[in-house]
């Protein structure tokens, strides 16, 4: 597809830090395994849960990429792991589902705040990160952590016939606003809610 191949031209022909912006299922996965075939290429996946890990060793044993060239980790274990990381040197470092540094790094999972420094301290010079969507302050803040050339590729935009609506309500007011307001309605939606309970 025209991004993968705008986005490989510039991960080989420079150190670059590209956060790159393409719709889940698009085939960012798909740079990666191009890029890893070459011999030259050592490259450390950053992903935030297991069963994508397993699903993204998969597709490099069928495109034939050797395990020494590819190192899929959580942030967890990427820091665990950091002195080993170091004597494997890798040439590139791709955060899937970057949004998660933003979203996830406070409290939820802090290893993902500290992935930055994480990159900073290990002369990361050429980055990879992927989402569907980047915060601007997450942005800002990949730019501030690891200097050098810097380029966003891609942008988010919603599919036709799919909306947002944001509108600020009174803890005891939201089930009586959401009840109005989906009542009578037909179609699919989602709703997204703080907890379960809720």
Same mark, same amino acid.
């Given at each position: 597809r025209p991004f993968q191949a705008e986005a490989l031209d510039r991960?080989?022909?420079? /150190?670059?830090?590209? @956060?790159?912006?393409?719709?889940? %299922?698009? !085939?960012? !996965?798909? *740079?990666?395994?191009?890029l890893s075939s070459d011999p030259r290429e050592r490259v450390l996946v950053l992903t935030p849960l297991l069963a994508l890990a397993r699903q993204q060793r998969s597709r490099f044993r069928s495109a034939g990429v050797p395990d020494d060239r590819v190192r899929i980790l959580s942030p967890e274990s990427a820091l665990l792991r950091a002195d080993s990381i170091r004597r494997w040197k890798p040439?590139?470092?791709?955060? #899937?589902?970057?949004?998660?540094?933003? /979203?996830?790094? /406070?409290?939820?999972?802090?290893?993902? %705040?500290?992935?930055?420094?994480f990159l900073r301290d290990l002369g990361c010079r050429r980055s990879l990160w992927m989402s569907a969507t980047f915060p601007r302050s997450l942005l800002d803040g990949i730019r501030e952590a690891?200097? %050098?050339?810097?380029?966003?590729?891609?942008?988010?935009?919603?599919?036709?016939?799919?909306?947002?609506?944001? =509108? =600020?309500? @009174?803890?005891? #007011?939201r089930v009586e606003r959401i009840r109005s307001e989906t009542l009578g309605?037909? %179609?699919?939606? *989602?709703?997204?809610?703080?907890?379960?309970k809720d």
């Open positions: 991960l080989r022909s420079t /150190e670059i830090h590209l @956060s790159l912006v393409a719709p889940t %299922g698009s !085939g960012k !996965g798909r *740079i990666l395994e191009v040439t590139l470092v791709a955060v #899937d589902e970057a949004h998660c540094v933003h /979203e996830w790094g /406070e409290r939820f999972r802090p290893a993902y %705040g500290r992935l930055l420094g690891l200097p %050098g050339p810097w380029t966003v590729q891609g942008s988010f935009s919603f599919p036709p016939g799919l909306r947002s609506e944001f =509108r =600020r309500t @009174s803890p005891a #007011d309605r037909t %179609g699919p939606g *989602i709703l997204f809610v703080g907890t379960r």
